[in-house]
């Protein structure tokens, strides 16, 4: 589906038959329901009020939904945009600002693909990856210049392991987090989070990593002592009272890693919690680095009830 101002849609096997959807401008707006195995919508504007539903009954094959403009993509309050197979869906959003309300999803047996590409992106609705009895998919917020997900925003990428989830601004950029990220796992291993950017900041978030047999991955504005070179490292990084950080193991199994560092300045005054098993298993490791300085105010465990103890690392230069 491509617009200038209009865009008909025909039915090959009754031509004499149209629907025309008028826009001003050069921007698309779906009101009602488009419904395929894959859609893609390209226009200088795309605004989505209602339902976008791409779900393919092909074996091997899963739905697929492009949202491609120049300006601006708006998932509004309500609508659904959503790619289902069954090994979940992909969905991608290009525009140079999506603000995303209502709900996003690539959902399957195991969860799919959801990619956003932007300059700028606000979230203040649901975006999830979610597996319905095999592993979480992937999720990919791309914010050049900035990634804003407010208190309503939810990125879960759940399953019966946790899936990855990557939300991340440019060297210049602010990644901001007031809502929920979670990997949990309903029986394996937590999964995966990067939350990465220039400068970073957690107001009230919480971040979830955790699973019955281990915890996942949480990093934030680097790897271990900023060490990863494929990983960017941040020059600010505040997690503040209220955000709560976890990749706890619940039954079995070893605490997961929590990372938060920068180059310059890290304040933290978060809860940070990688346990071990509640009946087996070692704690975890947890790292609050600012290389220029560092500053902790919050709460830290990588205990473990039935095994060894983790570690708590402060490591400014």
Do not use: C
């Amino acid at each position: 589906l491509a617009a200038g101002r209009t865009a008909t849609l025909v039915d090959s096997n009754r031509p004499d038959v149209r629907v025309e959807i008028t826009a001003p401008g050069d921007s698309v707006l779906n009101v009602g329901q488009i419904v395929g195995g894959h859609i893609g919508i390209y226009a200088g504007a795309i605004r989505n009020e209602g339902t976008v539903s791409a779900t393919s009954a092909m074996v091997g094959a899963d739905g697929t939904v492009v949202f491609r403009a120049s300006t601006s993509v708006i998932t509004a309050n309500h609508s659904v945009t959503e790619a289902n197979g069954r090994f979940g869906g992909d969905v991608a959003i290009t525009a140079d600002t999506a603000s995303l309300g209502g709900t996003i999803r690539a959902g399957g047996a195991t969860g799919g693909h959801v990619a956003v590409d932007a300059d700028i992106i606000t979230q203040y609705g649901t975006i999830s990856a979610d597996g319905a009895t095999g592993a979480g998919g992937s999720i990919d917020l791309a914010g050049t210049n900035g990634v804003l997900q407010t208190v309503d925003a939810m990125t879960s990428a759940r399953g019966t392991d946790g899936g990855s989830i990557t939300v991340r601004s440019g060297g210049a950029g602010l990644t901001f987090i007031s809502g929920r990220v979670d990997v949990n796992a309903s029986s394996g291993h937590g999964g995966e989070i990067r939350i990465l950017g220039g400068d970073i900041a957690l107001a009230g978030a919480a971040v979830a990593a955790n699973g019955p047999l281990g915890g996942g991955t949480i990093l934030i504005g680097g790897d271990a002592q900023g060490a990863n070179p494929a990983i960017a490292n941040a020059r600010t990084v505040y997690a503040g009272v209220g955000t709560t950080i976890r990749a706890n193991a619940l039954n079995s199994g070893d605490g997961g890693k929590i990372v938060l560092w920068s180059d310059d300045t890290t304040r933290v005054g978060a809860t940070l919690t990688a346990r071990g098993g509640a009946t087996s298993g070692d704690g975890g490791s947890i790292e609050v680095s600012g290389k220029e300085h560092t500053t902790f105010g919050g709460t830290a465990s990588a205990s473990a009830p039935h095994g060894a103890a983790g570690t708590f690392l402060l490591d400014p230069k």
